[in-house]
């Protein structure tokens, strides 16, 4: 009731203003930075609704009733000052104001001109936007994650599929893959997850410049394009408790929306071209935005068909209904991904390859203000993803036996040695996705932002899955093999949560700000509110405390969670082929191979989500034009996902000698192997130090320069499960086939990476120039408990399994129990002091118009690095190639003004 | 305006970086050089037979690791062999003469084959001043080897029409002593890159000859076949061999492998990966060994099984490059050079050279060096088919 008297109120005053003779005055002038008038600045008295615009000599001039007023002055591209006032009727009052440059225009590139030296929120984290995107000549996301520190420089393009990581640096594939899928990518407030991808399998060799697929990690950050954000948000620290269902951390995307131009954007280099067209139309306070984007990517110039297409589109709109009480935007988007590998010519192999993706995705989000104090957000989304992945090569195997048998029994099989092979792997990755959320702002002798809210998220695949003739499958490696198979039986997963957060701060956040949060998530199948995968409370604290105006602490506390993905708990299965007759002869009709199946499904019911606790504390200064900030961290990931559980395999093979009647069939042999599934074995302890040094625009230099510098170690370990030989190993004493298993060996990776960073921002000659040098200072890694050389016990060949109590383990145990590493495996690697040199340089031509330019590598430095842990001498060459690109781009409305 | 200037210097650095020099090789041959090899003899052999300790008569080769060359040139009565005109490089030096039946029986009364060889490994060759070199060897007596491989084909065949078709290695053992030998429990395995161990090879693969001591003799001048798979490959791989008649077959069990039944199957006694025992198309060595008990010496972290170098009979390595002689992986104790020099999938094969007859039996040279001892053959060929005509 007391707020509607309130607009009540101020309804009947506004009324009256056209009533009442106003006699109060206040007055000025307004100037830029360097004291020259600015005009056409607006200035309002906010609580009364008047206001005027500064003339061409930078003078203003408001009549108003006397009394406390807000007075707002804002500038197209200056920061906006607010300041109370109190007018009154005998003095007209006179207020001069300098306006300082937030942001400009080169051509199109918005520059920001200054970034706060003391940051304003209480996580870590890093903020770009899409000036410094356009600066870089970012293709996709991928590109912009480079100015994130601690990130290793790469050349920016599209022939590689990409993944993100935040603070950890993982040498171990299992690790790297769990922290790229912990790392959460969320586009316009929605999660992109790849929890549905099913691509399993799609590889054909090893070599490195193939197309991957994405399955168990990261999505390919290459869907997302460049051109079209607004802001990329990076947190590295503990992020709000709206947010799950991760564990590295968040790369929030925010998409441009309500743009009022058209601009054309074109962009080369050798390996890619991108062509962008955006813009947006306004009409009765709605927007309409649209984006298109198509990029064009050669992996290897001299060989055709062998690129990446993408063709992308979005449509934003967004409308401010009852007087902005409600703000509603829908946003769908649209990618089409080619990923492809022609034939080549003189490929013995014959090999063709795609992996073509068919996005759509749709966002609605909105939002209500209920009372000045009282918000309402909702948001309903569903993204699909249709994968198709084709592999289709010339499969030559030793010869060998085949079988199409899909249940366990036995069949008569045949033998093949060389045959083409056709494999797809169509994926529909599914989820949709809803949050509520209910916002309360309080003043409790405290100011209080009170969130509620609720998230459902269900994410499924029903493709078609992998499609092939069973008799011609797409690789046959030893007698474990695998079948055609459907997606249609796979149960969705569902993420149901439920998060609190009250953001508390004293009056005026003079001493400090605290964030307070409490998120439940439980993991399920199907039903939501189930929790097989498991359920987890997640506190979540942040503190800034303001040390005087010039200084702050902030504390951080975190816990967060990571669901496992479908492709973990719904793997392909297992066909044990085995060959219980195998007679080969050169004549056809006397060949003769009799095959049994078993099927082993490789699902591990028991995986649970992976568990992260975070903690930071980072101390910010600023000591006049100089912002200083150190941030240590010291992260624990829990339960991280790993095909490490070894299931050992035992059958017997028979004869039949009255064949194909089976009844009077014999054990003549036995066989025995091993295969893995997926657990929660993997831990990671990631610490590290961050610090950053930034400048305001010196005086002199007219340059900003600014120093990061990321120190990370992390150490991934597996827990609850043991390193096996590879084979069944012989002793003597033993007799045995015994597969001995040891405590793992793990790995310590550790880096410092320093940026610096010098811009020149000339805003009157409408250029910007970076020049970035990154230092490796050192990037090492080594092994630990090398020394651990005892077997914890074995496998023998009927697949039971021995543990060696302490003292047999400590005894006398035949050498085949011992594992002992060459003297080469104990070295740390460690690559030094390792610089490259990059320039960017953009530069209006006329308005609204620029070109830039950038070189990377610019002094061709390929410093050779000698390998250590090899045992012959290698080496490898650092840094990425010398390269360089150009982008021009214009605004449509500026060209024919 | 002014404000360029501070983006000038950098351009000139790009400009500047995008040239860069290369130097312009001169060819060393101003600076060739004369090797004069003095070969001497402590034994009481070359002491009995000519009253000095200069051996005359004996086989000098010399072989350039960089150009993949080689010489050779026999004593003269002061015992010196003289290559000249040689470009400075890495050398390896073989030497070795046969002991003939009548100057056996001259010294020792009695015949009992015997080479006197020695061999200097990837020695540098390289005087500014003098251009000549001298370098004298003292000669071993060794007892030449008894059963050897005689050929070995992993190059694999030509795409005909499969590409990348190896199932149809073979290794041919020969007996090259005048006594028949058994193969029974006689093991071949393969050795794995990247070891320095002194006394130990370790194997990726290793199959042992089935018998009970005496089941599958082998006469003097005679050959076994080991086929990757015995069966006829020519109808799968046109231009391929026929290896259906082969005398033994690596038959991996439980791996998804084929089993032609009629013939005899190697017993597995270390198989790391594949489906078959392959031998490299590229680069391997593989040695022929009499091990008592193969699993003695257990296994490496690799999962690699040890097994000890002085039970090696017959070792051969090969390389695609043959002038990577430091990527060896068998000691001049067993293998001192290396054959090859293929590209993959040629059809070729290595075999080991004829040296002379004795008794109408070829006897094969065996200098425990297979730069010398082995040459490359167009095709494979099943059986030591040496052409009198062509002896070299």
């Known amino acids: 009731m007391y707020y509607i008297k309130k607009i009540l109120l101020v309804l009947l005053f506004s009324i009256q203003i056209y009533a009442v003779n106003y006699s109060a005055v206040i007055k000025g002038k307004i100037v830029d930075e360097k004291g020259k008038p600015l005009a056409g600045a607006n200035i309002l008295l906010k609580n009364k609704s008047v206001g005027t615009v500064s003339d061409k000599d930078g003078y203003y001039y408001i009549k108003s009733r006397e009394g406390k007023d807000t007075l707002e002055i804002t500038f197209i591209g200056y920061k906006k000052i607010t300041e109370i006032v109190r007018l009154n009727n005998k003095f007209p009052m006179v207020k001069n104001y300098k306006m300082v440059l937030e942001y400009f225009q080169i051509g199109g590139i918005t520059v920001v001109a200054e970034k706060e030296l003391l940051q304003s929120y209480s996580e870590s984290k890093t903020i770009i936007n899409s000036g410094e995107i356009e600066h870089m000549q970012a293709s996709s996301l991928s590109d912009v994650m480079q100015l994130v520190p601690g990130q290793k420089f790469e050349n920016s393009g599209l022939q590689s599929k990409k993944q993100a990581s935040i603070r950890t640096k993982a040498s171990d594939n299992a690790a790297e893959k769990n922290v790229s899928f912990g790392t959460q990518i969320i586009l316009d407030g929605v999660p992109v997850s790849n929890n549905a991808n099913m691509q399993i399998d799609t590889r054909t060799t090893t070599s490195s410049g193939e197309l991957l697929t994405t399955e168990n990690s990261g999505i390919d950050l290459r869907q997302i394009p460049a051109d079209n954000i607004e802001e990329v948000e990076v947190i590295r620290g503990v992020p709000s408790s709206k947010y799950g269902d991760l564990t590295s951390g968040i790369v929030k995307v925010k998409t441009k929306s309500e743009r009022k131009y058209h601009r054309m954007k074109y962009k080369y280099n050798f390996k890619n071209q991108e062509i962008n067209f955006g813009g947006g139309f306004k009409f009765f306070k709605q927007h309409l935005n649209y984006n298109f984007n198509y990029a064009h990517s050669v992996r290897d110039i001299r060989v055709p068909d062998k690129n990446y297409s993408r063709v992308a589109g979005q449509l934003t709109f967004t409308n401010h209904l009852f007087k902005n009480k409600i703000r509603m935007s829908n946003k769908a988007y649209y990618t089409r991904s080619f990923d492809e590998h022609g034939l080549r010519e003189g490929d013995l192999m014959l090999t063709e390859k795609y992996n073509r993706d068919y996005i759509l995705r749709l966002i609605h989000n909105s939002k209500y203000i209920i009372t000045k104090n009282q918000k309402l957000d909702f948001t309903y989304s569903f993204f699909s993803n249709n994968q198709n992945s084709f592999v289709k090569r010339l499969v030559t195997v030793d010869n060998t036996y085949i079988t199409d048998m899909m249940t366990n029994g036995t069949k008569e099989g045949e033998y093949i040695q060389h045959y083409l092979s056709e494999l797809n792997v169509k994926g529909r990755a599914c989820n949709s996705y809803t949050n509520v959320e209910y916002t309360n702002f309080m003043e409790h002798f405290l100011d209080h932002k009170i969130s509620f809210g609720m998230t459902l998220k269900n994410e499924f695949n029903d493709g078609d899955g992998r499609i092939y003739d069973a008799n011609r499958p797409p690789r046959i490696n030893d007698n474990k093999r695998e079948r055609p198979r459907k997606y249609d039986d796979i149960p969705a997963l569902t993420t149901s949560s439920l998060y609190f957060e009250n953001r508390i701060q004293d009056k005026n956040k003079k001493y400090y700000q605290l964030n307070l949060g409490l998120r439940y998530d439980s993991y399920g199948q199907d039903n939501f509110f189930t929790n097989n995968h498991g359920k987890f409370f997640s506190p979540r604290i942040n503190l800034s405390l303001f040390l005087g105006e010039n200084a702050q602490l902030r504390i951080g506390y975190g816990e967060t969670s990571k669901s496992p993905s479908l492709s973990m708990l719904y793997p392909n299965k297992l066909y044990f082929d085995v060959d219980d007759i195998n007679e080969y002869n050169d004549v056809d009709s006397l060949r003769k191979v009799i095959v049994s199946t078993y099927v082993y499904d490789k699902r591990n019911s028991d995986l649970k989500a992976s568990k992260q606790i975070k903690r930071e504390i980072s101390l910010d200064q600023k000591i006049n034009n100089v912002g200083l900030s150190i941030t240590g961290y010291y992260n624990n990931t829990y339960n991280g996902f790993a095909s490490s559980k070894i299931i050992p395999i035992f059958q017997y093979k028979y004869d039949y000698p009255n064949w194909p009647d089976t009844s009077n069939k014999f054990i003549k042999d036995s066989v025995f192997t091993t295969f893995s599934i997926y657990e929660n074995s993997l831990s990671t302890i990631s610490k590290g130090l961050e610090m950053s040094i930034q400048t305001k625009k010196l005086k002199f230099f007219d340059m900003k320069l600014r120093v990061e510098a990321a120190y990370n170690n992390t150490y991934s370990y597996r827990k609850n499960t043991y390193e096996y030989a590879s084979i069944f190993r012989v002793d003597n004493t033993y007799g045995d086939n015994i597969k001995p298993f040891w405590n793992p060996i793990n790995m310590v990776s550790e880096d410092l990476i320093v940026n610096y960073n010098v811009d020149f921002m000339l805003k009157e000659l409408g250029a910007w120039v970076t020049i970035i040098a990154q230092q490796v200072v050192f990037e090492k890694d080594w092994y630990v408990n090398l020394d651990d050389s005892l077997a914890i016990g074995y496998i023998n060949d009927h697949g039971e399994t021995t543990i060696f109590s302490p003292s047999e383990r400590n005894g006398n145990i035949g050498s085949i129990f011992k594992r002992v590493k060459p003297s080469y495996v104990y070295e740390v690697e460690n690559r030094k002091n390792i610089w490259i040199f990059n320039l960017r340089v953009s530069k209006s031509i006329f308005k609204g118009s620029e070109v830039s330019f950038y070189v990377n590598n610019i002094f061709n430095s390929h410093p050779l690095y000698r390998r250590k842990r090899t045992p012959t001498e290698s080496y490898t060459k650092e840094n990425p190639d010398l390269y360089f690109g150009i982008e021009f781009s214009t605004k449509i409305n500026e060209l024919f003004k | ?392």
Request: charged fraction near 25%.
């Open chain 2, 1 to 392: 305006m002014k404000k360029n200037k501070k983006i000038i210097p950098l351009f000139f650095i790009i400009i500047v970086a995008f040239f860069s020099c290369e130097e312009d090789i001169i060819k060393p041959d101003s600076m060739r050089i004369t090797l004069r090899v003095e070969v001497i003899d402590t034994s009481i052999f070359t002491k009995t037979l000519s009253g000095d300790s200069l051996v005359s008569n004996a086989n000098v080769y010399i072989n350039s690791i960089s150009y993949s060359q080689q010489k050779e040139a026999l004593t003269d009565s002061n015992g010196v062999a003289v290559f000249e005109n040689l470009l400075p490089d890495n050398y390896s030096i073989t030497i070795s003469k046969n002991i003939s039946k009548e100057d056996a029986m001259k010294v020792n009364g009695n015949y009992v084959r015997w080479i006197m060889s020695n061999q200097i490994q990837d020695t540098m060759l390289f005087d500014i001043i003098d251009k000549e070199i001298e370098i004298r060897i003292i000669l071993k007596l060794i007892k030449p080897g008894t059963l050897i491989f005689s050929e070995i084909y992993y190059n694999g065949s030509p795409a005909n029409p499969i590409p990348y078709y190896f199932h149809d290695q073979f290794t041919e053992i020969y007996n090259n002593s005048s006594e028949t030998i058994y193969l029974d429990s006689l093991m071949i395995a393969d050795v794995d890159y990247g070891h320095k161990d002194e006394d130990v090879i370790h194997s990726i693969h290793s199959y042992m000859f089935p018998g009970d001591g005496t089941t599958y003799p082998i006469a003097p001048g005679e050959y076994v076949i080991v086929a990757q798979d015995a069966i006829n490959h020519s109808e799968i791989n046109p231009g391929s061999v026929d290896l259906h008649n082969a005398d033994f077959e690596y038959y991996v069990k439980d791996h998804g492998d084929v089993d032609n039944p009629d013939i005899t199957n190697m017993i597995q006694i270390q198989h790391k990966y594949g489906i078959d025992f392959l031998y490299s198309v590229m680069n391997d060595a593989i040695v022929l060994m009499k091990v008592k008990d193969p699993f003695a010496l257990g296994y490496d972290t690799f999962d690699c099984l040890l097994l000890p170098k002085s039970a090696v009979i017959d070792g051969v390595e090969y390389r695609e490059k043959l002038s990577e002689m430091d990527k060896k992986r068998l000691d001049a104790t067993i293998d001192g050079g290396i054959t090859g020099g293929l590209e993959m999938y040629q059809g070729k094969s290595i075999e080991r050279k004829f040296e002379r007859f004795e008794d109408d039996r070829a006897i094969l040279m065996d200098n425990n060096n297979s730069s010398i001892d082995f040459h490359v053959l167009d095709t494979a060929t099943i059986g030591y088919n040496y052409d009198v005509n062509k002896i070299e």
